[in-house]
């Protein structure tokens, strides 16, 4: 039945590749052969001088800014990422950047870089009454784009990884005690893949001063489309409410 019947014998291999595909088992172990059965080999030992990591955390790109003024300066008028938008069409960060909450948003709502805020249009009403709903303002937060300009369509994974880079060299210079990530794309870059399919829970940003707590849930535009998902997403808040009380 294999060769030819209802399962053909590429059909079940296919099938096979699939399911360990899905189960994450996406790469070779080694790429030399080996005799498996083996006696393995001892081994040596650690020189004394050797370093040991402690904690995780994330090496510290070169070439990135050492504060947030000049992070900023980056953010407004820089190259911070392959194919950078005008400076024109970029929003800055805004808030209090000694904030206890970062709010990080994957880009730009159409009209916010004419305002020159986020949240700044059909957005600003359900994005205050998120705010308002765990006892903060606009005034004692820290919110920033990921991207600093709105994109046509998702962001690039080349883009993205170095703006990730650059993401968490800003997170590491404001250290702020809790995270929110609106939005699939930051998630992805941030937290992997499936931050956002799989949300709920507190996460760990890593970034190359340590790690911060985290949530990841839909972005307030998406809410406006989809109001369904704002109980979801309040419970998601309120996650923080046990951070930030601490």
Not at 114 to 138: S, V, W, Y
Not at 226 to 233: I, N, S
Request: charged letters at 20%; a neutral charge; proline letters at 9%.
């Amino acid at each position: 039945m294999l060769n030819g019947g209802q399962y053909r014998y590429r059909d079940v291999v296919a099938s096979a590749l699939g399911w360990w595909a899905d189960a994450g088992v996406d790469t070779l172990a080694d790429e030399d052969v080996r005799d498996w059965l083996a006696v393995p080999l001892r081994p040596q030992p650690v020189a004394a001088t050797a370093s040991v990591a402690s904690g995780p955390s994330v090496a510290a790109p070169v070439g990135l800014p050492d504060t947030l003024e000049a992070l900023h300066a980056l953010l407004a008028t820089g190259a911070y990422a392959p194919s950078p938008a005008p400076p024109r069409l970029r929003v800055s960060p805004a808030g209090d950047p000694a904030a206890d909450l970062m709010i990080v948003a994957d880009m730009p709502d159409p009209g916010d870089a004419e305002a020159g805020q986020l949240f700044a249009g059909e957005t600003a009403a359900l994005f205050d009454a998120m705010l308002a709903a765990i006892g903060l303002d606009r005034a004692r937060i820290y919110v920033t784009p990921f991207l600093p300009a709105r994109a046509a369509g998702r962001i690039d994974p080349k883009q993205g990884q170095a703006l990730a880079a650059l993401m968490r060299r800003h997170i590491s210079l404001a250290a702020p005690r809790a995270m929110i990530l609106f939005g699939d794309s930051v998630a992805h870059c941030l937290l992997g893949p499936d931050a956002l399919i799989n949300r709920g829970g507190i996460r760990s940003v890593n970034h190359d001063g340590g790690i911060v707590p985290a949530i990841a849930t839909f972005h307030p535009r998406h809410l406006r489309r989809m109001p369904a998902l704002k109980a979801a997403t309040w419970a998601d808040m309120r996650l923080l409410l046990g951070v930030l009380a601490r």
